[in-house]
Protein backbone atom coordinates (compact mmCIF):
# COMPACT_ATOMS: atom_id res chain seq x y z
CA UNK A 1 0.00 0.00 0.00
CA UNK A 2 2.90 2.45 0.88
CA UNK A 3 4.68 1.64 -2.36
CA UNK A 4 1.79 1.88 -4.39
CA UNK A 5 1.52 5.60 -2.65
CA UNK A 6 4.73 6.28 -3.46
CA UNK A 7 4.22 5.97 -6.92
CA UNK A 8 1.00 7.29 -7.52
CA UNK A 9 1.97 10.80 -5.53
CA UNK A 10 4.72 11.94 -7.95
CA UNK A 11 2.58 11.64 -10.89
CA UNK A 12 -0.35 13.29 -9.31
CA UNK A 13 2.05 15.86 -8.96
CA UNK A 14 3.13 16.15 -11.68
CA UNK A 15 -0.34 16.10 -13.06
CA UNK A 16 -1.42 18.88 -11.55
CA UNK A 17 1.59 20.87 -11.89
CA UNK A 18 0.90 20.33 -15.83
CA UNK A 19 -2.85 21.16 -15.26
CA UNK A 20 -1.86 24.75 -13.88
CA UNK A 21 0.95 25.60 -16.61
CA UNK A 22 0.89 26.69 -20.12
CA UNK A 23 -2.43 25.71 -21.68
CA UNK A 24 -2.00 25.83 -25.39
CA UNK A 25 -5.54 24.74 -27.31
CA UNK A 26 -6.05 24.49 -31.00
CA UNK A 27 -9.27 23.90 -33.26
CA UNK A 28 -9.22 23.24 -36.63
CA UNK A 29 -11.73 23.12 -39.32
CA UNK A 30 -10.68 21.97 -43.27
CA UNK A 31 -13.26 21.53 -45.72
CA UNK A 32 -14.09 18.07 -47.14
CA UNK A 33 -13.82 18.95 -50.81
CA UNK A 34 -10.92 21.65 -50.82
CA UNK A 35 -7.91 20.85 -51.98
CA UNK A 36 -5.27 23.34 -50.95
CA UNK A 37 -2.67 22.52 -53.08
CA UNK A 38 -4.66 24.46 -55.86
CA UNK A 39 -4.26 27.66 -53.62
CA UNK A 40 -1.20 29.71 -55.28
CA UNK A 41 -1.83 33.36 -53.89
CA UNK A 42 -3.65 34.84 -50.53
CA UNK A 43 -4.05 38.21 -49.54
CA UNK A 44 -4.28 38.29 -45.54
CA UNK A 45 -7.07 41.09 -44.80
CA UNK A 46 -7.33 43.43 -41.72
CA UNK A 47 -8.37 41.50 -38.38
CA UNK A 48 -11.00 41.87 -36.17
CA UNK A 49 -10.00 42.79 -32.92
CA UNK A 50 -12.16 41.84 -29.83
CA UNK A 51 -9.25 42.35 -27.36
CA UNK A 52 -7.99 44.67 -24.94
CA UNK A 53 -5.01 45.43 -26.86
CA UNK A 54 -6.01 48.47 -29.63
CA UNK A 55 -3.27 47.67 -31.49
CA UNK A 56 -3.41 43.91 -31.28
CA UNK A 57 -4.87 43.29 -34.87
CA UNK A 58 -2.31 45.38 -36.59
CA UNK A 59 1.10 43.60 -34.81
CA UNK A 60 -0.45 39.86 -35.33
CA UNK A 61 -1.71 40.93 -39.09
CA UNK A 62 2.49 41.87 -39.47
CA UNK A 63 3.56 38.31 -37.75
CA UNK A 64 1.25 36.60 -40.11
CA UNK A 65 2.48 37.72 -43.23
CA UNK A 66 6.08 37.29 -41.34
CA UNK A 67 5.40 34.02 -41.37
CA UNK A 68 3.47 32.90 -44.48
CA UNK A 69 6.54 34.22 -46.44
CA UNK A 70 8.84 32.06 -43.95
CA UNK A 71 7.03 29.16 -44.25
CA UNK A 72 6.15 29.76 -48.18
CA UNK A 73 2.77 27.99 -48.15
CA UNK A 74 1.49 30.88 -50.27
CA UNK A 75 2.32 33.56 -52.18
CA UNK A 76 0.77 36.36 -50.14
CA UNK A 77 -0.33 39.98 -51.60
CA UNK A 78 1.99 42.98 -50.26
CA UNK A 79 -0.54 44.02 -47.05
CA UNK A 80 0.29 48.09 -48.83
CA UNK A 81 -1.09 46.75 -52.32
CA UNK A 82 -4.26 45.04 -50.00
CA UNK A 83 -4.79 48.42 -47.88
CA UNK A 84 -4.64 50.64 -51.22
CA UNK A 85 -7.28 48.41 -52.71
CA UNK A 86 -9.36 48.20 -50.00
CA UNK A 87 -9.29 52.33 -49.80
CA UNK A 88 -9.88 52.59 -52.94
CA UNK A 89 -13.20 50.63 -52.99
CA UNK A 90 -13.98 52.16 -50.06
CA UNK A 91 -14.12 48.64 -48.15
CA UNK A 92 -14.26 49.38 -44.40
CA UNK A 93 -11.09 47.22 -42.89
CA UNK A 94 -13.24 45.77 -40.49
CA UNK A 95 -15.65 44.92 -44.08
CA UNK A 96 -14.54 42.14 -45.64
CA UNK A 97 -16.97 39.15 -44.33
CA UNK A 98 -19.87 41.77 -44.75
CA UNK A 99 -19.32 41.41 -48.35
CA UNK A 100 -21.34 39.62 -51.02
CA UNK A 101 -19.86 36.75 -52.80
CA UNK A 102 -19.56 39.06 -56.15
CA UNK A 103 -17.70 41.47 -54.12
CA UNK A 104 -15.25 38.78 -52.79
CA UNK A 105 -15.15 38.01 -56.66
CA UNK A 106 -14.22 41.44 -57.73
CA UNK A 107 -11.69 41.90 -54.73
CA UNK A 108 -9.77 38.31 -55.39
CA UNK A 109 -9.20 39.64 -59.39
CA UNK A 110 -8.01 43.07 -58.48
CA UNK A 111 -5.63 41.47 -55.72
CA UNK A 112 -4.93 38.18 -57.97
CA UNK A 113 -5.40 35.70 -54.94
CA UNK A 114 -7.44 32.95 -54.93
CA UNK A 115 -8.48 33.27 -51.15
CA UNK A 116 -8.37 35.84 -48.20
CA UNK A 117 -7.17 34.93 -44.81
CA UNK A 118 -9.62 36.83 -42.42
CA UNK A 119 -9.81 36.24 -38.29
CA UNK A 120 -10.10 38.00 -35.15
CA UNK A 121 -7.91 38.45 -32.71
CA UNK A 122 -9.75 37.18 -29.40
CA UNK A 123 -7.64 37.93 -26.82
CA UNK A 124 -3.81 39.87 -26.82
CA UNK A 125 -2.29 40.36 -23.54
CA UNK A 126 0.76 40.14 -20.49
CA UNK A 127 -1.42 38.26 -18.06
CA UNK A 128 -0.03 37.83 -14.18
CA UNK A 129 0.63 34.78 -12.33
CA UNK A 130 1.67 35.98 -8.56
CA UNK A 131 5.02 37.65 -9.66
CA UNK A 132 4.93 36.01 -13.31
CA UNK A 133 4.37 37.06 -16.18
CA UNK A 134 3.13 35.31 -19.65
CA UNK A 135 1.44 36.04 -22.84
CA UNK A 136 -2.13 35.67 -23.20
CA UNK A 137 -3.66 35.08 -26.75
CA UNK A 138 -6.38 33.76 -28.20
CA UNK A 139 -6.76 33.89 -32.80
CA UNK A 140 -9.25 32.83 -34.71
CA UNK A 141 -8.39 33.00 -38.20
CA UNK A 142 -10.54 31.63 -42.05
CA UNK A 143 -9.31 31.19 -45.46
CA UNK A 144 -12.40 32.16 -47.61
CA UNK A 145 -12.69 31.32 -51.55
CA UNK A 146 -12.72 34.31 -53.09
CA UNK A 147 -14.74 32.60 -55.73
CA UNK A 148 -17.47 31.07 -53.63
CA UNK A 149 -17.05 32.66 -50.16
CA UNK A 150 -17.58 29.78 -48.65
CA UNK A 151 -14.32 29.08 -45.76
CA UNK A 152 -11.94 26.56 -46.97
CA UNK A 153 -10.24 26.28 -43.51
CA UNK A 154 -10.85 27.72 -40.41
CA UNK A 155 -8.96 27.73 -36.64
CA UNK A 156 -8.93 29.05 -33.60
CA UNK A 157 -6.28 28.54 -31.20
CA UNK A 158 -5.12 30.38 -27.63
CA UNK A 159 -2.27 30.22 -25.58
CA UNK A 160 -2.46 31.10 -21.95
CA UNK A 161 -0.65 30.44 -18.74
CA UNK A 162 2.92 30.15 -17.85
CA UNK A 163 4.81 27.21 -18.77
CA UNK A 164 5.93 24.30 -16.37
CA UNK A 165 9.82 25.62 -16.80
CA UNK A 166 9.07 28.76 -15.99
CA UNK A 167 7.11 28.12 -12.94
CA UNK A 168 9.58 25.71 -12.18
CA UNK A 169 12.76 28.15 -11.98
CA UNK A 170 10.52 31.73 -11.46
CA UNK A 171 10.95 32.96 -14.95
CA UNK A 172 8.88 35.10 -16.82
CA UNK A 173 7.04 33.32 -19.75
CA UNK A 174 7.55 34.18 -23.11
CA UNK A 175 7.49 37.92 -24.71
CA UNK A 176 3.62 38.52 -27.02
CA UNK A 177 5.34 38.89 -29.88
CA UNK A 178 7.22 35.39 -29.63
CA UNK A 179 4.05 33.50 -28.35
CA UNK A 180 2.30 34.94 -30.89
CA UNK A 181 4.94 34.08 -33.51
CA UNK A 182 4.76 30.86 -32.22
CA UNK A 183 1.07 30.81 -32.20
CA UNK A 184 1.15 31.71 -36.08
CA UNK A 185 3.92 29.10 -36.65
CA UNK A 186 1.51 26.32 -35.04
CA UNK A 187 -1.67 27.06 -36.93
CA UNK A 188 -0.23 27.66 -40.24
CA UNK A 189 1.16 24.76 -40.17
CA UNK A 190 -2.27 22.65 -40.53
CA UNK A 191 -2.64 24.72 -44.29
CA UNK A 192 0.20 22.27 -45.20
CA UNK A 193 -0.52 18.99 -44.13
CA UNK B 1 63.63 104.45 -50.48
CA UNK B 2 60.83 104.57 -48.47
CA UNK B 3 58.90 101.89 -50.82
CA UNK B 4 61.80 99.19 -51.01
CA UNK B 5 61.81 99.71 -47.31
CA UNK B 6 58.27 99.15 -46.60
CA UNK B 7 58.33 96.02 -48.82
CA UNK B 8 61.16 94.27 -47.08
CA UNK B 9 59.74 94.83 -43.47
CA UNK B 10 56.30 93.60 -44.74
CA UNK B 11 57.92 90.66 -46.19
CA UNK B 12 59.61 90.18 -43.14
CA UNK B 13 56.68 90.64 -41.35
CA UNK B 14 54.97 88.15 -43.57
CA UNK B 15 57.71 85.28 -43.04
CA UNK B 16 57.49 85.69 -39.33
CA UNK B 17 53.67 85.68 -39.51
CA UNK B 18 53.41 81.91 -41.16
CA UNK B 19 56.48 81.18 -38.94
CA UNK B 20 55.01 81.56 -35.99
CA UNK B 21 51.62 80.18 -37.54
CA UNK B 22 53.70 76.78 -38.35
CA UNK B 23 55.29 76.51 -35.32
CA UNK B 24 51.86 76.88 -33.00
CA UNK B 25 50.40 74.24 -35.87
CA UNK B 26 47.28 76.01 -36.59
CA UNK B 27 47.59 77.36 -40.00
CA UNK B 28 44.92 78.00 -41.82
CA UNK B 29 46.18 78.79 -45.31
CA UNK B 30 43.91 77.43 -48.11
CA UNK B 31 43.55 77.32 -51.83
CA UNK B 32 46.05 76.95 -54.55
CA UNK B 33 49.54 76.04 -52.78
CA UNK B 34 48.62 75.84 -49.55
CA UNK B 35 50.98 75.07 -46.75
CA UNK B 36 48.16 73.01 -44.86
CA UNK B 37 48.18 69.79 -45.85
CA UNK B 38 45.53 68.70 -43.18
CA UNK B 39 42.24 67.19 -44.19
CA UNK B 40 39.61 69.41 -44.09
CA UNK B 41 36.96 68.59 -42.23
CA UNK B 42 33.41 70.40 -41.46
CA UNK B 43 31.43 69.05 -38.69
CA UNK B 44 27.80 69.98 -38.88
CA UNK B 45 25.57 71.25 -36.05
CA UNK B 46 24.07 67.98 -34.49
CA UNK B 47 20.48 67.50 -34.57
CA UNK B 48 17.97 64.55 -33.93
CA UNK B 49 15.11 63.02 -32.37
CA UNK B 50 15.19 64.46 -29.32
CA UNK B 51 13.96 68.45 -29.55
CA UNK B 52 15.26 70.77 -27.12
CA UNK B 53 18.39 68.94 -26.12
CA UNK B 54 21.36 71.91 -25.91
CA UNK B 55 24.23 69.06 -24.56
CA UNK B 56 24.18 68.00 -28.36
CA UNK B 57 26.46 71.09 -29.13
CA UNK B 58 28.57 69.78 -26.61
CA UNK B 59 28.20 66.73 -27.90
CA UNK B 60 29.67 68.44 -30.91
CA UNK B 61 32.21 71.09 -29.79
CA UNK B 62 33.49 67.39 -27.80
CA UNK B 63 33.97 65.56 -30.63
CA UNK B 64 35.18 68.91 -32.78
CA UNK B 65 38.17 69.23 -29.82
CA UNK B 66 38.95 65.60 -30.07
CA UNK B 67 39.52 65.93 -33.57
CA UNK B 68 41.34 68.88 -33.84
CA UNK B 69 44.04 67.86 -31.39
CA UNK B 70 44.59 64.71 -33.65
CA UNK B 71 46.49 67.02 -35.45
CA UNK B 72 45.17 65.52 -38.82
CA UNK B 73 42.44 67.83 -39.61
CA UNK B 74 41.44 71.55 -40.19
CA UNK B 75 38.23 71.74 -38.75
CA UNK B 76 35.74 74.47 -40.45
CA UNK B 77 34.82 77.36 -38.06
CA UNK B 78 31.17 76.28 -36.95
CA UNK B 79 29.94 80.10 -37.69
CA UNK B 80 31.20 79.76 -41.47
CA UNK B 81 28.91 76.04 -41.36
CA UNK B 82 26.12 77.89 -39.56
CA UNK B 83 26.03 80.55 -42.48
CA UNK B 84 26.70 78.29 -45.41
CA UNK B 85 23.76 76.18 -43.69
CA UNK B 86 21.45 79.36 -43.04
CA UNK B 87 22.29 80.45 -46.99
CA UNK B 88 20.78 77.60 -48.48
CA UNK B 89 17.90 76.96 -46.07
CA UNK B 90 18.87 73.54 -44.92
CA UNK B 91 17.56 73.38 -41.83
CA UNK B 92 17.25 69.48 -40.98
CA UNK B 93 21.00 68.15 -41.52
CA UNK B 94 19.49 64.19 -40.63
CA UNK B 95 17.52 63.94 -44.02
CA UNK B 96 20.21 66.00 -46.28
CA UNK B 97 19.36 64.79 -49.95
CA UNK B 98 22.35 64.24 -52.15
CA UNK B 99 21.88 67.58 -53.65
CA UNK B 100 22.31 69.81 -50.74
CA UNK B 101 25.36 67.60 -49.48
CA UNK B 102 27.18 68.57 -53.32
CA UNK B 103 25.96 72.26 -52.59
CA UNK B 104 27.08 72.41 -49.26
CA UNK B 105 30.53 71.04 -50.08
CA UNK B 106 31.16 73.16 -53.14
CA UNK B 107 29.79 76.60 -50.70
CA UNK B 108 32.73 75.36 -47.99
CA UNK B 109 35.58 74.46 -50.96
CA UNK B 110 34.70 70.67 -50.39
CA UNK B 111 35.79 69.40 -47.18
CA UNK B 112 35.08 65.84 -45.65
CA UNK B 113 31.68 66.31 -43.99
CA UNK B 114 30.92 64.81 -41.09
CA UNK B 115 26.81 64.91 -39.44
CA UNK B 116 25.69 63.71 -36.37
CA UNK B 117 21.62 62.44 -35.82
CA UNK B 118 20.97 62.02 -32.24
CA UNK B 119 18.67 58.89 -31.63
CA UNK B 120 18.30 58.71 -28.28
CA UNK B 121 19.23 61.56 -25.20
CA UNK B 122 18.34 60.74 -22.02
CA UNK B 123 18.90 62.00 -18.41
CA UNK B 124 15.97 61.21 -16.33
CA UNK B 125 17.55 57.66 -14.80
CA UNK B 126 21.06 57.99 -15.64
CA UNK B 127 22.64 59.74 -18.61
CA UNK B 128 22.06 57.73 -21.93
CA UNK B 129 22.77 58.43 -25.33
CA UNK B 130 23.07 57.03 -29.17
CA UNK B 131 24.32 59.55 -31.81
CA UNK B 132 24.60 58.24 -35.37
CA UNK B 133 27.98 59.68 -37.10
CA UNK B 134 27.45 60.26 -40.96
CA UNK B 135 30.74 61.06 -43.10
CA UNK B 136 31.43 62.24 -46.56
CA UNK B 137 33.87 62.38 -49.29
CA UNK B 138 34.91 65.54 -50.82
CA UNK B 139 32.86 64.56 -53.61
CA UNK B 140 29.83 64.36 -51.56
CA UNK B 141 29.86 59.88 -51.30
CA UNK B 142 28.85 58.72 -48.06
CA UNK B 143 31.95 56.97 -46.36
CA UNK B 144 30.25 55.58 -44.14
CA UNK B 145 28.36 55.51 -40.64
CA UNK B 146 29.38 54.95 -36.92
CA UNK B 147 26.79 54.70 -33.96
CA UNK B 148 28.07 55.60 -31.12
CA UNK B 149 25.55 54.54 -27.61
CA UNK B 150 26.87 55.25 -24.02
CA UNK B 151 25.18 54.85 -20.86
CA UNK B 152 26.59 56.61 -17.56
CA UNK B 153 26.94 52.97 -16.10
CA UNK B 154 29.53 51.84 -19.21
CA UNK B 155 31.41 54.76 -18.52
CA UNK B 156 32.07 53.75 -15.09
CA UNK B 157 35.19 52.50 -13.99
CA UNK B 158 35.37 48.43 -12.79
CA UNK B 159 34.26 49.54 -9.17
CA UNK B 160 31.21 51.58 -10.45
CA UNK B 161 33.18 54.94 -9.68
CA UNK B 162 33.20 57.81 -11.59
CA UNK B 163 29.74 57.37 -13.53
CA UNK B 164 29.06 60.71 -15.53
CA UNK B 165 26.40 62.62 -13.90
CA UNK B 166 25.35 65.07 -16.67
CA UNK B 167 25.01 64.45 -20.17
CA UNK B 168 27.93 67.08 -20.76
CA UNK B 169 30.17 64.56 -18.42
CA UNK B 170 28.76 61.62 -20.52
CA UNK B 171 30.32 62.95 -24.12
CA UNK B 172 33.04 64.14 -22.39
CA UNK B 173 34.41 60.77 -20.30
CA UNK B 174 35.18 58.55 -23.70
CA UNK B 175 35.47 61.42 -25.58
CA UNK B 176 38.90 59.62 -27.24
CA UNK B 177 36.64 56.19 -28.03
CA UNK B 178 34.32 58.33 -30.19
CA UNK B 179 37.14 60.65 -31.64
CA UNK B 180 38.98 57.52 -32.76
CA UNK B 181 35.52 56.15 -34.52
CA UNK B 182 35.38 59.26 -36.30
CA UNK B 183 38.96 59.41 -37.80
CA UNK B 184 38.23 55.82 -39.05
CA UNK B 185 35.36 56.87 -40.54
CA UNK B 186 36.68 60.14 -42.47
CA UNK B 187 39.82 57.96 -43.69
CA UNK B 188 38.11 54.49 -44.30
CA UNK B 189 38.78 53.51 -48.13
CA UNK B 190 36.27 53.85 -50.27
CA UNK B 191 33.98 51.04 -50.43
CA UNK B 192 33.23 48.87 -53.63
CA UNK B 193 30.00 48.70 -55.49
CA UNK B 194 27.65 47.23 -53.25
CA UNK B 195 23.75 46.53 -53.80
CA UNK B 196 21.89 49.65 -52.68
CA UNK B 197 19.06 49.43 -50.49
CA UNK B 198 16.15 51.99 -50.17
CA UNK B 199 15.46 51.96 -46.15
CA UNK B 200 11.67 53.19 -45.79
CA UNK B 201 10.75 54.41 -42.62
CA UNK B 202 9.22 51.90 -40.41
CA UNK B 203 5.50 52.03 -39.04
CA UNK B 204 6.40 52.86 -35.20
CA UNK B 205 4.76 51.30 -32.31
CA UNK B 206 1.35 53.19 -31.24
CA UNK B 207 2.64 54.84 -28.23
CA UNK B 208 6.53 55.66 -29.60
CA UNK B 209 6.11 58.17 -33.04
CA UNK B 210 9.63 58.41 -33.11
CA UNK B 211 10.91 54.46 -32.65
CA UNK B 212 9.93 54.80 -36.63
CA UNK B 213 12.14 56.83 -37.84
CA UNK B 214 14.67 55.70 -34.68
CA UNK B 215 14.18 52.11 -36.36
CA UNK B 216 15.08 52.88 -39.91
CA UNK B 217 17.85 54.82 -39.19
CA UNK B 218 19.58 52.06 -37.31
CA UNK B 219 18.50 49.81 -39.57
CA UNK B 220 20.23 51.45 -42.84
CA UNK B 221 23.72 51.77 -40.45
CA UNK B 222 23.92 47.69 -39.65
CA UNK B 223 23.19 47.31 -43.34
CA UNK B 224 25.42 49.75 -44.76
CA UNK B 225 28.26 48.89 -41.87
CA UNK B 226 27.81 45.13 -41.22
CA UNK B 227 25.24 43.59 -43.94
CA UNK B 228 27.50 44.59 -47.14
CA UNK B 229 24.87 47.24 -48.79
CA UNK B 230 24.60 50.86 -49.83
CA UNK B 231 22.00 52.86 -48.56
CA UNK B 232 20.25 55.40 -50.65
CA UNK B 233 20.48 58.77 -48.63
CA UNK B 234 16.80 59.31 -46.12
CA UNK B 235 16.72 62.52 -47.94
CA UNK B 236 16.52 61.51 -51.82
CA UNK B 237 13.93 58.52 -50.61
CA UNK B 238 11.52 61.56 -48.86
CA UNK B 239 12.25 63.68 -52.47
CA UNK B 240 11.49 60.44 -54.26
CA UNK B 241 8.05 60.16 -52.22
CA UNK B 242 6.79 63.32 -53.11
CA UNK B 243 7.94 62.59 -56.86
CA UNK B 244 6.09 59.01 -57.04
CA UNK B 245 3.27 61.02 -54.71
CA UNK B 246 3.44 58.75 -52.06
CA UNK B 247 1.68 59.92 -49.14
CA UNK B 248 1.55 57.15 -46.48
CA UNK B 249 3.64 53.29 -47.05
CA UNK B 250 0.68 52.11 -45.49
CA UNK B 251 -1.04 52.74 -49.02
CA UNK B 252 1.69 52.02 -51.14
CA UNK B 253 1.72 50.48 -54.42
CA UNK B 254 3.99 48.54 -56.54
CA UNK B 255 4.06 50.94 -59.22
CA UNK B 256 5.18 53.47 -56.62
CA UNK B 257 7.93 51.12 -55.35
CA UNK B 258 9.28 50.93 -59.07
CA UNK B 259 9.05 54.62 -59.54
CA UNK B 260 10.59 55.14 -55.68
CA UNK B 261 13.40 52.73 -56.87
CA UNK B 262 14.20 54.84 -59.73
CA UNK B 263 14.45 57.89 -58.79
CA UNK B 264 16.86 56.66 -55.80
CA UNK B 265 18.94 53.97 -57.52
CA UNK B 266 18.21 51.17 -55.07
CA UNK B 267 17.69 47.68 -56.40
CA UNK B 268 16.10 46.37 -53.16
CA UNK B 269 13.28 48.24 -50.13
CA UNK B 270 13.46 47.65 -46.65
CA UNK B 271 10.13 48.53 -44.77
CA UNK B 272 9.31 47.53 -41.40
CA UNK B 273 7.08 48.14 -38.18
CA UNK B 274 7.90 48.23 -34.48
CA UNK B 275 5.78 46.36 -32.46
CA UNK B 276 6.83 47.45 -29.30
CA UNK B 277 9.48 49.27 -27.82
CA UNK B 278 10.50 49.96 -24.11
CA UNK B 279 12.92 52.10 -23.37
CA UNK B 280 13.72 50.58 -20.40
CA UNK B 281 14.04 52.30 -16.80
CA UNK B 282 17.85 50.78 -15.65
CA UNK B 283 18.63 47.68 -14.13
CA UNK B 284 15.34 46.03 -13.30
CA UNK B 285 13.84 47.03 -16.50
CA UNK B 286 15.59 46.42 -19.28
CA UNK B 287 14.90 47.86 -22.94
CA UNK B 288 12.47 45.92 -25.17
CA UNK B 289 12.06 46.00 -28.48
CA UNK B 290 9.65 43.97 -30.86
CA UNK B 291 9.75 44.29 -35.03
CA UNK B 292 9.15 42.63 -38.28
CA UNK B 293 10.81 43.62 -41.91
CA UNK B 294 10.63 42.58 -44.98
CA UNK B 295 12.82 43.32 -47.85
CA UNK B 296 11.22 43.94 -51.16
CA UNK B 297 12.48 43.71 -54.94
CA UNK B 298 12.26 47.39 -56.42
CA UNK B 299 11.52 46.39 -59.87
CA UNK B 300 8.54 43.90 -58.76
CA UNK B 301 7.08 45.23 -55.73
CA UNK B 302 7.29 41.26 -54.12
CA UNK B 303 8.88 40.97 -50.58
CA UNK B 304 11.60 38.53 -50.64
CA UNK B 305 12.38 37.80 -47.39
CA UNK B 306 10.93 38.74 -43.93
CA UNK B 307 12.63 38.87 -40.06
CA UNK B 308 10.77 39.35 -37.07
CA UNK B 309 12.65 39.57 -33.91
CA UNK B 310 12.19 40.58 -30.49
CA UNK B 311 14.65 41.41 -27.79
CA UNK B 312 14.68 42.29 -24.41
CA UNK B 313 17.82 43.68 -22.24
CA UNK B 314 17.89 40.32 -20.41
CA UNK B 315 17.71 37.89 -22.65
CA UNK B 316 18.40 34.26 -22.57
CA UNK B 317 22.61 34.55 -23.28
CA UNK B 318 22.61 36.44 -20.28
CA UNK B 319 24.49 34.43 -17.14
CA UNK B 320 23.70 35.53 -13.63
CA UNK B 321 23.13 39.28 -14.81
CA UNK B 322 26.50 39.42 -16.81
CA UNK B 323 26.03 41.07 -20.29
CA UNK B 324 22.54 42.40 -19.70
CA UNK B 325 22.26 45.18 -22.28
CA UNK B 326 20.64 48.18 -20.72
CA UNK B 327 21.42 51.04 -23.48
CA UNK B 328 17.83 50.92 -25.55
CA UNK B 329 19.38 51.79 -29.05
CA UNK B 330 22.11 49.07 -28.68
CA UNK B 331 19.45 46.52 -27.61
CA UNK B 332 17.14 47.61 -31.22
CA UNK B 333 20.64 46.98 -32.90
CA UNK B 334 21.30 43.84 -31.34
CA UNK B 335 17.05 42.74 -32.52
CA UNK B 336 17.65 44.28 -36.20
CA UNK B 337 20.41 42.54 -36.46
CA UNK B 338 19.41 38.89 -35.21
CA UNK B 339 16.42 39.60 -37.93
CA UNK B 340 18.65 40.52 -40.65
CA UNK B 341 20.82 37.46 -39.76
CA UNK B 342 17.59 35.23 -39.96
CA UNK B 343 16.45 36.80 -43.48
CA UNK B 344 19.95 35.67 -45.07
CA UNK B 345 19.64 38.71 -47.74
CA UNK B 346 19.84 37.85 -51.10
CA UNK B 347 23.15 39.71 -52.05
CA UNK B 348 24.62 37.86 -49.03
CA UNK B 349 23.74 34.45 -50.01
CA UNK B 350 26.96 32.81 -51.37
Not at chain 1, 127 to 134: S, V
Not at chain 2, 78 to 107: F, N, W
Not at chain 2, 156 to 166: I, M, N, R, S, V
Not at chain 2, 179 to 197: K, S
Request: charged residues 20%; negative net charge.
Amino acid sequence: MRATTRRILPALLLAGLAAACSTPSQVVYLHPLADLSLIKRIAVMPLGNLSSNTEAHQWVRQILNHELLVQGIFETVEPWEVNRVLLEKQIPQDGIPSLSPEQLAELGQELGAQAFLVGDVLQFEQGRYGNLTAPEIGLSLRLLDVETGIVIWSATASKSGIGFTERLVGANGPDLTAATSELVRNLLSTLST
Amino acid sequence: MPAAGAARTWCAAALLAAAAACAAGTSELTGSGSLDERIPLAVLPFQGAVAGVDDLAAARSTLVEGLRATGRFRLLPEAGIESSLAAHRIRVVETLPSEAVEVLLADLDHPFLLTGTALYVDDRFEPTAAILLRAYDPAGRRLGSRLWALRAADAADAFALGAPETLADLWAGPAREWVEQAVDLIEAPARGDRPRVGVLPFDPAPDHPESGRLAALVAGHLLEEEFGAEVAEPGDLLNAFVAARVRSLEYFGTEQARELAGNTGARWLLAGSVLEIDYGNGPGQPPKVSLTMRLFDAESGRSIVSGLADRSGDEGEVVFGIGQNFHPVTNLAAALRRAFEDMNLPWARS
